[in-house]
């Protein structure tokens, strides 16, 4: 599990991205004034290290020349964002049917602000088994749309394997309720909803991967 600073750190990152892409489909006056200033905040900071190569160039991008990639990533790291500012206590549990609002963030992690050091600092984590309990939830229903695109019952079974041994590597063991709960509730949804749900349910499996495991890299 990381550590609180680790996590506050990546919530900050990921807040800051997502910020930027609100920022490139912003008509305001100071949107591009804004947007040249993230990449420096965070440097002055000491929270740039932080940033991946793909974060980086984002940040790097001039106003409202991202490329369409660009864009989708960084409005995708709002998922990520909010999975760890409520894992600090400092956002709203992720929403289960539809895509997280990371908006409320900029402010409750001092995006912009001087005093950040001192929320990093001064962050600590929700009990370890209540954020188990989450990235579980959030692997279980991946695991259950993926299965659920396939109609071959063997094609299933690899899918259902091959996750569970992933969630075993981060010592994550699913009990007979919680499976039973992420089926009624993948069988809840509409097939539409499931196609939308899974793109943003797979950003939060990595995020969640990351949480749970020791990589240097976020992307990795």
Known sequence: MRSAQQVAKRAIVMTTLAFRASLEVTDHSRSEEISGRLLNWLQRH???????????????????????????DATLAGEGACLFAWAIGLGDPLPKRESADARG???SLHILQEDVRELIDGASLKPEDELTSCCLEIFLTLSNMRQR????????AIIRNADANRMAAHGLLPTDVACSRSNEFV??????????????????????????DNRQSFFQ
């Open 105 to 107: 963030l900029v402010q």
């Open 46 to 72: 000491a929270i740039a290290d932080e940033l991946d190569l793909i974060e980086r160039e984002i940040l790097e991008a001039p106003y409202r020349k991202m490329h369409q990639s660009q864009l989708t």
């Open 149 to 156: 695109r396939l109609s071959d019952v063997a094609a299933q």
């Open 187 to 212: 069988d809840s949804l509409s097939e539409e909803q499931r196609r939308a749900a899974a793109g943003f349910y797979f950003v939060r499996s990595v995020a969640a991967s990351w949480l749970l």
